[in-house]
């Protein structure tokens, strides 16, 4: 079924180019696959004459002595494998038939082509996830540096698309009657990279000068996808046995003994404490042996 509304009404326009990147030749844009095509095909055709190289290295014919051979009914001649060749002392050895190849030259070849393809479509090999492509990465900004070129490329791509996007969401309100300038509407693209949560959090504590920076309710919401409700369920578990370890902490240290931090001063100070009246020169034994020798030289002088 066909409305027969009409949508052009309010004059505005209802059709809009999007085009890729302009240049001087080609006003409408210019293919992203244009300038890697050639490089493309070449590299397909290396690597088809590598694999052709290798599969005949895979399974290579043979040379040897005339003896190795034998003729049947047909009066063919055949050679038939075997573990053991018995060969003559002026007879030449059987060997496989292979040659210099020179494959290094051709994966060189095929690395430099990637290399170029790359650069000119502006993807990098981290992009595609490429063998050693990614290094060490350890943190969201590292992989940030590794993707620069195609970050770089998207951000053009979102000027591009920005404005003609701003026409069209204010042609769209326009039919509903809401006036709205394409000036007027802020368009907000997204990283396309993932954040690294741990390095955010260390950058926010050290900006804050706090150590928490974010309350539990929303650090476990946000780590385990909980709703609120679950979330602050949680939340008050955690308080409650962090009360009742409190509780029992204090228990403990309100029923110590003098023989109990007696005897934790020892673990601490590795024997009798400085205070305890059985260590020589403590301020509780003054009539110790040590402190009737410091009384004396006191004297002298």
């Known amino acids: 079924m066909i409305s027969t509304k009409t949508y052009n009404s309010t004059g505005r326009k209802l059709l809009f180019a999007i085009t890729n990147t302009p240049t001087t030749s080609n006003p409408l844009g210019t293919d992203d696959y244009a300038a890697i095509n050639g490089l493309l095909q070449k590299a397909i055709e290396r690597m088809m004459a590598i694999l052709r190289v290798l599969d005949e290295h895979a399974d290579p014919s043979m040379t040897g002595p005339h003896s190795l051979l034998s003729k049947t009914e047909q009066g063919e001649t055949v050679f038939h494998t075997s573990r053991y060749y018995a060969v003559g002392n002026e007879e030449q050895k059987p060997e496989y038939l292979v040659w210099e190849a020179n494959p290094d030259s051709s994966f060189k070849a095929l690395e430099v082509l990637l290399d170029q393809i790359y650069i000119l479509s502006e993807m990098g090999p981290a992009f595609i996830g490429a063998s050693n492509s990614m290094g060490n990465v350890v943190s969201g900004t590292a992989m940030r540096y590794k993707m620069i070129s195609p970050l770089e490329k998207a951000r053009r791509i979102q000027n591009d698309l920005t404005e003609p ?5 204010s042609s769209i309100l326009k039919i509903d009657n809401i006036d709205v300038a394409p000036k007027d509407l802020n368009i907000m693209w997204k990283d396309p990279l993932p954040k690294d949560p741990r390095e955010i959090a260390e950058l926010s504590r050290i900006e804050s000068g706090s150590a928490a920076v974010k309350p539990l309710l929303h650090v476990i919401m946000d780590n385990y996808e909980l709703d609120e ?10 308080f409650e046995t962090l009360a009742k370890l409190s509780e029992v902490q204090v228990q403990s240290k309100g029923g110590a003994t003098e023989n109990d931090d007696f005897s934790m001063d020892d673990k601490r100070t590795g024997g009798t404490s400085l205070n305890d009246p059985r260590r020589k020169g403590s301020s509780n034994d003054p009539a110790s042996t040590q402190n009737k020798g410091d009384d004396a030289k006191n004297n002298l002088k």
Do not use: G, K, N, P
């Open 165 to 169: 996007l701003r026409e069209v969401m």
């Open 229 to 238: 409700e679950t979330a602050q369920h949680y939340v008050d578990e955690i």
